[in-house]
């Protein structure tokens, strides 16, 4: 053998020696690799699973709260039609004068100028203070009034329900 042919065998040799090094390395790698990779799908499942339990629970919390602040609309409107149902009902009474309005007099008051007796008189048969009927108009007035608050103050009460639902 000549001396080339050694120096080939040798490079030959130390070629396949390190093409079978680089060779297992890369066995080595693509193994790590997919433990890795199997590592990191198990991790991204599980992430997976938890934001889609607390997207669920979140969801379970919405539709609770959508439920609480439904009842209490219904709870509210209902209220509200009450009320303005009487108020009307006051109203066509005292239209068709069924109901009278009144305020009471005091009877020590002398500043006022209105000479009522004090003594009921045996025309009636309500056996209490002296009273003045209003007019109706005025009446009307203030029947008026007195809705409006009413309905201001379920209007209240249900915004106040809607904030302690949601802030729940």
């Known amino acids: 053998m000549t001396p080339g042919q050694v120096l080939c065998a040798i490079l030959l040799a ?9 060779q297992v390395q890369d066995w080595r790698l693509g193994e790590r690799l997919a433990e890795q990779a ?28 959508e439920q609480r602040t439904t009842s209490a609309d219904q709870k509210h409107f209902k209220e509200l039609s009450d009320a303005q149902r009487n108020q ?3 109203r066509d009474q005292l239209a068709t004068a069924d109901v009278r309005l009144s305020v009471l007099i005091d009877s020590a008051d002398t500043a006022g ?35 409006d608050g009413d309905q201001g103050l379920i209007a209240l009460r249900a915004c106040q329900a809607y904030v302690r639902t949601i802030t729940q």
Request: glycine share 12%; net charge positive; aromatic share 2%.
């Open 14 to 22: 130390l070629a396949i020696g390190f093409g079978g090094a680089w």
């Open 38 to 65: 199997g590592l990191h799908k198990d991790d991204l499942a599980a992430i997976s699973n938890a934001a889609a339990a607390q997207v669920s629970t979140e969801r379970g919390k919405r539709l609770a709260a």
């Open 88 to 90: 009307a009902r006051l």
């Open 113 to 147: 100028g209105c000479n009522v007796p004090t003594a009921t008189g045996a025309v009636g048969v309500v056996h209490a203070a002296r009273r003045a009927q209003l007019d109706p108009a005025h009446a009307q007035r203030i029947l008026a009034i007195t809705g």
